[in-house]
């Protein structure tokens, strides 16, 4: 599962509230506005601890056979074609425009390929054809 940035800032935002919250002198902790901060508090946990226990099972598991097979020849379809879009990758090698997006958001965040808004497409690159 990928953890959206945005998603992530919002519940620092949250945890950060509440604590400002929790300072505050003058609010009673049976006040309707506390309790449900409290309850997403608790939610908010529950979160994290899952995305910790999803870290760890990748952190465990290496990439698929399948996964690396398609990395490679995304790889090579981008060195012989030194650009493509997710769409025309994902016409090429018959895997779904997603899929292709998620790879190669993942060869970007290993340095192998670089993303470059063109005309509201977005070409990629090998890190090595750039000059």
Not at 11 to 28: R, S
Not at 90 to 103: A, F, K, M, P, W
């Amino acid at each position: 599962m990928s953890v959206d940035i945005s998603f992530m800032n919002s519940i620092k935002d949250l945890v950060e509230i509440k604590g400002m919250i929790d300072k505050a002198n003058n609010i009673c902790h049976d006040d309707p506005l506390i309790q449900r901060i409290e309850e997403l508090d608790r939610k908010i946990s529950r979160i994290n601890e899952s995305f910790q226990r999803e870290d760890s099972i990748k952190k465990n598991h290496p990439e698929s056979p399948v996964k690396i097979k398609r990395k490679r020849e995304i790889t090579k379809l981008l060195e012989s074609h030194s650009r493509l879009t997710s769409t025309q990758l994902s016409l090429i090698t018959g895997i779904s425009r997603t899929r292709c997006n998620e790879y190669l958001r993942e060869l970007e965040e290993q340095g192998l390929a670089k993303g470059i808004v063109n005309n509201k497409k977005k070409f990629y690159r090998l890190v090595r054809w750039e000059k």
